[in-house]
T-cell receptor, first 112, second 114 residues
Framework: GESVGLHLPTLSVQEGDNSIINCAYS??????FIWYKQESGKGPQFIID?????DKRQGQRVTVLLNKTVKHLSLQIAATQPGDSAVYFC???????????FGKGTTLSVSS | DAGVTQSPTHLIKTRGQHVTLRCSPI?????VSWYQQVLGQGPQFIFQ???????GRGNFPDRFSARQFPNYSSELNVNALLLGDSALYLC?????????????FGSGTQLSVL
């Protein structure tokens, strides 16, 4: 079946460090992936997306890497700040293209 | 510009009651989707509407229903509430048909069923 999972439920880093959050997906036909950040009491906030014809995409302080061979995504956050503390989800669409499937999320804690 | 707005923000109901949650998409967005998020888990898909038609439905019982209005706003209705329906209900909108577009989420309605 389709599933999107994350390797680690929690990640703790020091302010200024680089953070890497990993995600494995199972649907080899998926061609669009999204990373969301969710702070307590709020809805998921779009961070960055990537299509399957790309291996890497960069945003402001964030980079997403896609390895289609091993069906793996990663989100890299440079110079992590306390405001980056949140739950991070990777997501992909189901085969019908109607439902966004989320993993269980990685909780990032940044200490100063 | 306003983002996706949902109302109410919090709601307390008792078992067996009915609830209606409301969502206004970002201006110009024609697609609305509903998700349920139980504490500690990722959001789970309930419905997707595009141009007032249901385009997808998740694995939820018939107690859950929704509709989209001509102005693209949407309602989610849940009948005969169960304790297990307690969750954060998220509405998301996108410009066109999802599948190749990012969704923009509202802050959700926190539903507690006692």
């Amino acid at each position: 079946g389709e599933s999107v999972g994350l390797h680690l439920p929690t990640l703790s880093v020091q302010e200024g460090d680089n953070s890497i959050i990993n995600c494995a997906y199972s649907n080899s036909a998926s061609d669009y992936f999204i990373w969301y950040k969710q702070e307590s009491g709020k809805g998921p906030q779009f961070i960055i997306d990537i299509r399957s014809n790309m291996d890497k995409r960069q945003g402001q302080r964030v980079t997403v890497l896609l390895n289609k061979t091993v069906k793996h995504l990663s989100l890299q956050i440079a110079a992590t700040q306390p405001g980056d503390s949140a739950v991070y989800f990777c997501a992909e669409y189901d085969q019908a293209g109607t439902a966004l499937i989320f993993g269980k999320g990685t909780t990032l804690s940044v200490s100063s | 510009d306003a983002g996706v707005t949902q109302s109410p923000t919090h709601l307390i109901k008792t078992r067996g009651q009915h609830v209606t949650l409301r969502c206004s998409p970002i201006s110009g967005h024609k697609s609305v989707s509903w998700y349920q998020q139980v504490l500690g888990q990722g959001p789970q898909f309930i419905f997707q509407y595009y141009e007032k038609e249901e385009r997808g439905r998740g694995n939820f019982p018939d107690r859950f229903s929704a509709r989209q209005f001509p102005n693209y706003s949407s309602e989610l209705n849940v009948n005969a509430l169960l304790l297990g329906d307690s969750a954060l209900y998220l509405c998301a909108s996108s410009l066109g048909t999802p599948g190749q577009e990012k969704l923009f989420f509202g802050s959700g309605t926190q539903l507690s069923v006692l």
